[in-house]
T-cell receptor
């Protein structure tokens, strides 16, 4: 069974540009989560999508947004990039009714903002 | 609000020695608890989880953890460390109220010396 996949592996942008990160969940999973892992800040919850709807977002500015497609894949968009957006962005997926909320993580996209 | 504290950002052990990584949580309701491992330049892999039932949980790669409600702890142990165990370990609690997010500790880097 294929795990969670993310693309691209690495992404280099300059300040002010937009970045788009993509995630494909495990087959049968309908919930997708995004986390930011920035140096010194740990793992921070960004967004939760389920059945195409945004269910919750963390304490991030509106320039962080995303969507979930009918096939349950998801993309994260970061507009007006700032230097501090440089981080590893992790996507996770889970079953529709996770119960214990077990989340399965992808390998991440390393975003570097110059 | 729920929170997770991992005591010790770096732990160093000799190969074959006991591994003990500490995690304390704060939750007003029975928690769902997780330990994840992150190898360099990779995503998170679930080691084990506690939901309900038996308080001693066995996971992959010989790791186990014991849920102690009275101490609000969920420490991770392994009887004999291998060089391949060198990685960063994260303790997490599932946020109450169906918010979708996992709340992570700051992580503990495990170094295994030959």
């Amino acid at each position: 069974e294929a795990g969670v996949t993310q693309s691209p592996t690495h992404l280099i942008k300059t300040r002010g540009q937009q970045a788009t990160l993509r995630c494909s969940p495990i087959s049968g999973h309908t919930s997708v989560y995004w986390y930011q892992q920035a140096l010194g800040l740990g793992l921070q919850f960004l967004l939760w999508y389920d059945e195409g709807e945004e269910r919750n977002r963390g304490n991030f500015p509106p320039r962080f947004s995303g969507r979930q497609f009918p096939n349950y894949s998801s993309e994260l968009n970061v507009n007006a990039l700032e230097l501090e957006d440089s981080a590893l962005y992790l996507c996770a997926s889970s079953l529709a009714t996770p119960g214990d909320n077990e989340q399965f993580f992808g390998p991440g996209t390393r975003l570097t903002v110059l | 609000a729920q929170s997770v504290t991992q005591l010790g950002s770096h732990v160093s052990v000799s190969e074959g020695a006991l591994v003990l990584l500490r995690c304390n949580y704060s939750s007003s309701v029975p928690p769902y608890l997780f330990w994840y491992v992150q190898y360099p330049n990779q995503g998170l892999q679930l080691l084990l989880k506690y939901t309900t039932g038996a308080t001693l949980v066995k996971g992959i790669n010989g790791f186990e953890a014991e849920f102690k409600k009275s101490e609000t702890s969920f420490h991770l142990t392994k009887p004999s460390a291998h060089m391949s165990d060198a990685a960063e370990y994260f303790c997490a609690v599932s946020d109450w109220g169906n918010t979708g997010k996992l709340i992570f500790g700051q992580g503990t880097t495990l170094q295994v010396k030959p």
